[in-house]
Each structure stands twice: as structure tokens, then as C-alpha cells.
């Protein structure tokens, strides 16, 4: 009787602290739009920066796409690291077509500068607009209004933009998980900065002011990590005053899926390896958010074990209202970015979430030794 009443405490406690995360943060992020009043007026010009490395048949299938933004004034920016698969030669062609794009070729990397960091900070430096829109050779806009969407986001306080990147539907449920991991992580550092408490980024769509940025002296006292180069640095320096997010449809990037799970292992290992980094009241909240959504489906399965019928009739209540309020949460996260919701799998995709995110984030944490490329 004993284990019966503590199960069920604890699962109501999990169960409530998932429910204030729902009506903190989530339901009222879907539903709502941050205010854009402090907007300057007029276009401000844009660059856009891409770092490359070995990414010949992304840049043939994506870089149109940037190049061909509907915006008056604007730059794309391809730093060229170290490639060898015919890159260059590419990129060169392009350039005496596009009068907007400009490479920045990188031969070799200054000890202790991480690759990545140390390509985006070149295409900074060559930048010649303030503001920075930043992505990767393997994503591409949404629309031809990405720029426009995006820079509209910067008000006149707004040095940090944090936009919103998914990957495209494919067959299989390996794809499945990959977008509904991608869901849960948007809603929740989108939801957060909403509530003026950002915490991190993404780099496949990311903007920032040069100017912020030369300022906090780029990634100077992490340069040498892998990872990091977008949460890490949103972590240390977004707040409240100088964040804003940017959700819409048009503004979203896209990126081609892992198709096997060992490489989106490999990849989300590089992902959850700075999470160690992050400030102390973010690793509490993320583990408090984590946590409870971990215990409610370990309880939940435990006290149907126990096989007491009014518990178990309980915890099925709570867990059918649980999933209730995930998929009004997601569905409405669907509808504002414009695409479709796998609904009918919801359960198994979260209980593989919390198995991923606690199996594979400690490892990734207990990681030290991991390379770009």
C-alpha cells in the first residue's frame, strides 16, 4: 500500500510540473505573438552567412534559394572551409553570376580555434551589414521571404534573433522522430524566449548583430569547443531586452534528415554535449522540464504494475489529459509553421524521446573528443 500511495504522489507531482510548463510557456507561445512595436522603419540591409566544408551538392541544391531571396538589399556570404571536393570551383562560377554573393576561402584553422566557430567568425569579420542571418550548406528557406521575415524581427533594442529550422518529411518513423525531436526542442527554447527567458539557438537559422557580436568578443573563452557556436553563445549573452524570436512559416529554414540512426546519433551527440555549458538556472529548469516527463511515464507504467484498479484508473486519467495537452500544444506548433502533425504516434514518440534524451544526453555529456567534419 505504502509503494502505491508514493507512486502515486509522485506521479501527480510529475504530472503537475509538466502542466505549469504547458500553461507557462507552451500554450501561451502557440496562441500568441511577441510584440514588434520598437521596429525601426524602412529595410535594414542584410548578411547572410553560410559556412562550407566539403559541401559541394548541398551548395548546388540550397545556395539559389538564398541568392534569390525577394529583398532589396542584402549579401550571401560562403566561407569555404577547407574543402576539397570542388567547392571552389563552384563557388567562383557562381560568384561572376551573383554580383550579392561573396566566398571566403579558409585554408587552415589557428590552433585552438574550433573549425566551425572559427568559419563563422571569418564570415563576420567580411559581413558589410550589421545585421547577420546565419545557416548551414544543408539547409534552405522556406520561402523567398525568409530574409524579409527575419530582419523584421530586429527592433531597435534586438541584437539576438532566434528563428526556427525543421527537417523535411520523409518515409519512415526514423524521420518521424528526428521532426517530432526537432518539435520538442523548438517549443521549448522558443517558448522560453517568448517568456523573455532565452536560453539557446539554433545556427541553421540565427540572426545577430555584428556589432553585438564583435563586441562580446565573439566566441572568445569557448572557441575551442565543438558545438556551442549558437547555444552556448545565445546562453551567455540573450536576455530579455535584446532577444526576439521569429516563427512564422515564411521565416523557417529546412534540412535534409539523417536517413540511419547511427548518423543522427552522431550528430545530436555534438548537439547535447554543450548542454553541460549552459548557465546553472537553465540546466535546472531543462532538467526540471525533462525530468518530470521522464518520471510520469516511468510511474505510470510502474503503477499499472502494481495493479491496484482505482490507481491504475487515476493514472490513466492524468496521463490521457498529459497527452491531451501535448497534442493541442504541438498541433497548434504545426499550424503556425505550416506543416503537418503526426499525431497518431504521439505516445511512442515521446516515451523514445525521454530514452533518447536521457540515455544518449549523458553519454554525450561524458563526451570530450568530438570534431566538425
Known sequence: ??????????????????????????????????????????????????????ELKNLQENLLLFLNQEFEDFEVIVVNDRSNDGSAEYLDKQVKLFPILKTVPISSTPIG??????????????????IILLSDADCYPASAQWIDRMSQCFTTSTSIVLGASLYEKRKGFLNQFIRFETLQTALLYLSFAFKKEPYMGVGRNIGYRKSFFLAKNGFQGFRSLMGGDDDIWVNRYANKENTQICTQAESLTFSNPKESWGSFFLQKKRHLSVGKYYKSKDKMKLGLFHLSQAMLWILFILGLML???????????????????????????????????????????????????????????????????
Not at 20 to 36: E, I
Not at 114 to 120: L, T
Not at 308 to 334: A, D, K
Request: net charge positive.
Open 113 to 130: 580555434f574550433n573549425p566551425k566557430k572559427y568559419a563563422i567568425t571569418e564570415g563576420i569579420e567580411a559581413a558589410k551589414n550589421d
Open 307 to 373: 495493479g491496484n484498479p482505482t490507481v491504475c484508473l487515476i493514472l490513466s486519467f492524468l496521463i490521457l489529459m498529459h497527452l491531451v495537452g501535448q497534442y493541442v500544444v504541438f498541433y497548434h506548433l504545426s499550424i503556425n509553421f505550416g506543416i503537418r502533425f503526426m499525431h497518431y504516434n504521439l505516445p511512442t514518440l515521446e516515451i523514445l524521446f525521454v530514452l533518447y534524451y536521457w540515455i544518449w544526453g549523458i553519454y554525450a555529456s561524458l563526451t570530450k573528443h568530438l570534431k566538425w567534419k
Open 1 to 54: 500500500m505504502e509503494q502505491i500511495h508514493l507512486v502515486s504522489i509522485l506521479f501527480i507531482t510529475a504530472f503537475i510540473i509538466q502542466y505549469y510548463f504547458l500553461f507557462r510557456y507552451f500554450l501561451s507561445f502557440v496562441n500568441k505573438k511577441p510584440s514588434l512595436s520598437k521596429r525601426p522603419k524602412g529595410k535594414q540591409a542584410v548578411s547572410v552567412i553560410i559556412c562550407a566544408h566539403n
